[in-house]
């Protein structure tokens, strides 16, 4: 595609319910991150896929957070059990590099993720 | 732990002057420097990307320059214009990969 995109835009959900974020990646690219933004803040790293695997998750929050890319394309964020400090923009990105590649990273316009 | 600050935390101009927004980051080892722009409610635009071995990158009427070793990085902005009003952060990335952000800088330009 032409660049990395995310769905839904917007997300409302109960307290409590399970919720699926979606993140399409830039054809070809092989590096693939979820990142959390609060109001007023930067993102901050959840993270990283290289292909299928997950290459560093130490940003996941607590373990009511996965995320997979069984195909190495698409990606999920899952959250179990959601709570209202869940709220906040999801936002995706990919980059084209592999190992020890130092490439630029592009972004999709976020999911915005309202818990009540 | 890397860090990264960036002040001031807003800025107001009048339209037509030069600016310049800051960026600081506590770890050196850097692979590179990113600066993007993101406007209310949307994702982030990559603006630019300095690796660690250059000193500046310019596109159109932005400049972005990197002194790695004492852990800094400017964006210049000539000419401003009200349709650079936007929040600007800047990321670094090291040997994990993961980009670490800033808080940004919220410009406002004013006509």
């Known amino acids: 595609g032409a660049g990395v995109s995310q769905t839904p835009s917007n997300k409302v959900t109960e307290k409590g319910k399970y919720v699926e974020l979606r993140c399409d990646p830039i054809?070809?690219?092989?590096?693939l991150y979820w990142y959390r933004q609060s109001l007023g803040q930067g993102p901050e790293f959840l993270i990283y896929f290289q292909g299928t695997g997950a290459a560093d998750d130490s940003g996941l929050p607590n373990d009511r957070f996965f995320a997979v890319r069984p195909e190495g394309s698409v990606s999920t964020l899952k959250i179990q059990r959601t709570e209202r400090g869940d709220s906040a923009v999801y936002l995706c990105?990919?980059?084209?590099?592999?190992?020890?590649?130092?490439?630029?990273?592009?972004f999709g316009q976020g999911t915005r993720l309202t818990v009540v | 732990k890397q860090e990264v600050t960036q002040i001031p935390a807003a800025l107001s101009v009048p339209e037509g002057e030069n600016l310049v927004l800051n960026c600081s980051f506590t770890?050196?080892?850097?692979?590179?420097l990113q600066w993007f722009r993101q406007d209310p409610g949307k994702g982030l635009t990559s603006l630019l990307l300095?690796?660690?071995?250059?000193r500046e990158q310019t596109s159109g009427r932005l400049n972005a320059s990197l002194d790695k070793s004492s852990g800094r990085s400017t964006l210049y902005i000539a000419a401003s214009q009200p349709g650079d009003s936007a929040t600007y952060l800047c990321?670094?990335?090291?040997?994990?990969?993961?980009?670490?952000f800033g808080s940004g800088t919220q410009l406002t330009v004013l006509p």
């Open positions: 054809s070809g690219h092989t590096a």
């Open positions: 770890d050196s080892a850097i692979y590179n």
């Open positions: 990321a670094v990335s090291g040997s994990a990969r993961q980009l670490t």
């Open positions: 990105a990919s980059s084209p590099g592999g190992q020890g590649v130092n490439t630029e990273a592009f």
């Open positions: 300095i690796q660690s071995s250059q």
